[in-house]
């Protein structure tokens, strides 16, 4: 039996929003707790990082996946270009080397996004570094499978 394009449509649906519902509810798990430091005592930053980088892997072009680690982060280093000014904030990045375990090998970059992400929300400047890279469709489509259409796969 065949999936149709409904079908294929209505999974990606559900898939779009079992992330944001999972991010919906630690923002408010965060947001609802009485102690000013939820990013340490509640895990908040790792869980807030957890479901971003849940959200920005979800979805990238086979390309960018590299046995089954996905990499966002070809679409992350643009920023550089797109908005220089901020280029300082994915640069100090570039040059780490991934942290292994017993003798593995690292496939792709994957390491410099999550480090990137979690640098981005602990200095809270995720949103004005993802703002521009969405607002160029051509960009996000490069890296990200999507709809067709005046938005992106974001909403952008």
Avoid at 24 to 41: A, D, M
Avoid at 91 to 103: H, R, T
Wanted: glycine share 8%.
């Amino acid at each position: 039996m065949e999936i149709t394009s409904e079908e294929k449509a209505e999974e990606r649906r559900r898939e779009h929003w079992k992330l944001l519902s999972s991010l919906k509810t630690t923002v408010e798990g965060l947001v609802s707790s009485s102690n000013p430091n939820v990013w340490s005592r509640y895990g908040g930053l790792q869980r807030l990082h957890k479901d971003m980088n849940h959200i920005l892997s979800h979805g990238l072009k086979h390309e960018q996946v590299y046995y089954k680690q996905k990499d966002y982060w070809p679409f992350v280093w643009r920023v550089r270009s797109v908005s220089p000014h901020l280029a300082s904030h994915v640069e100090q990045f570039s040059k780490l080397e991934p942290v292994l375990s017993s003798g593995l090998k690292s496939v792709g970059e994957g390491y410099k996004a999550e480090r990137w992400l979690l640098h981005s929300l602990q200095v809270h400047l995720l949103s004005a570094q993802l703002r521009p890279l969405l607002k160029h469709q051509g960009h996000t489509s490069k890296y990200y499978n999507g709809k067709s259409g005046r938005q992106n796969r974001f909403g952008i």
